[in-house]
Structures are given as C-alpha cells and as structure tokens.
C-alpha cells in the first residue's frame, strides 16, 4: 500500500472488537515507533503498553475516551533525554513523541488494527495511576484493536482544508484572510 492510501485509509476508530491484538502485531507497531525519526536521534519516547485487565480497568478511571479498547499505548517522553533548541529551549520531546506515535498507528492501520489518538485524559491521574516517574510527560494515549464490524471514520474524517489554505510558497502573505470554511473531501475511492 501507497503512503498516500494509507493515510486516507487511517481513521479514529471508537469501536472495538474484545479480540486481542497478537504479540506479534503488538511488536510490529512498536518497531515503527521504535524506528521514528527523533530530534539528535536521542530516542525520548517511553511507552508504556496497557493490555491487562487490571491496567485497562484503570485507564477507565483517566479517560472518558477509552472506548473499550483491548490495548492501549501510553506514549510518553524523558525529560531529561529529550533534545532542546540552544535558541529558545524549546524541548523537542512532545514533537518526537509525537512522531513516534504517528508511525504507530499508522502501521497499526497497515496491519489491520485500528487505533484512536486520544488526548483527552487527565495527566497527573495517569501518572499516579501508572507509577509514572516525573521525568516521564504523557503526550498521547493510543487506544487499540480490531475494529468493530461497525466501526466507521466520522462524518468528518475525509474533509480536508485545500492545500492552498495550509502551504505557502517563499512567505506566508495572503494568511491573514484564510478560514477553515474551505473544506474539501479527500476520498478519492468514494
């Protein structure tokens, strides 16, 4: 599969099968992560893989936006590893865990498992939950499986802003009159 068709295949799945995800299929997506491009290389991510009952139980307790998933990935970074720009501080490990969470689930969907990016859930209660150490920040909560035989992306899932309202060529003149109100499909297999 293209890059291309595998990102408009992706979308949010909210309903899963109670089916496990196999080992197998769990490292797959883990080697992605793994394999994500980090500022210096310096390889922050820290992942914490919740799939037992009693782990799945208290995720509960943090999201509303669990959605019943068999398996989720808690995508977290090291403060004290991650890359910091010398001209502002900027830290780097919200982008590469970041990164490192796009090419999850995106292989997550090459391999027929559906994933949901949630943000949604409250940081401190997951970190007391989890035993999290201070140095670790959650960015994302990936909730996982195999997709319901129901499940489907939202009505919104294929609208895109065109292209020309979030690239700019050489400068950004012209932004200031753009609105998101410019939507348009990209589902090219409708």
């Not at 089916?19 to 080697?31: A, G, P, R, S």
């Not at 090419?103 to 949630?118: H, P």
């Not at 292209?163 to 003149?173: A, E, L, N, P, R």
Request: proline share 5%; aromatic share 8%.
């Amino acid at each position: 599969m293209n890059f291309i068709t595998l990102a408009e295949k992706r979308f949010s799945v909210r309903k899963f099968k109670s089916t496990l995800v196999e080992k197998e299929k769990l490292d797959l997506i883990l080697k992605a992560g793994q394999l994500a491009p980090t500022a210096v290389n310096f390889q922050p991510q820290r992942i914490l893989v919740i799939q037992n009952e009693a782990g799945l139980k208290k995720l509960q307790e943090c999201t509303p936006y669990h959605f019943h998933a068999p398996l989720a990935l808690l995508v977290c970074y090291d403060k004290t590893t991650s890359a910091e720009r010398s001209f502002d501080h900027k830290n780097s490990g919200d982008i590469d865990a970041s990164i490192v969470a796009t090419q999850m689930i995106l292989e997550a969907t090459d391999i027929g498992i559906g994933s949901t990016w949630v943000m949604h859930f409250d940081p401190q209660k997951i970190k007391k939950s989890y035993a999290i150490p201070d140095q670790f920040e959650p960015v994302a909560l990936l909730v996982m499986g195999y997709p319901a035989d129901d499940a489907a992306p939202s009505k919104l899932h294929a609208q895109r802003n065109a292209i020309d309202q979030t690239v700019f060529y050489d400068d950004f003149s012209g932004w200031e009159g753009i609105k998101n109100d410019n939507i348009t499909s990209t589902n090219h297999h409708s």
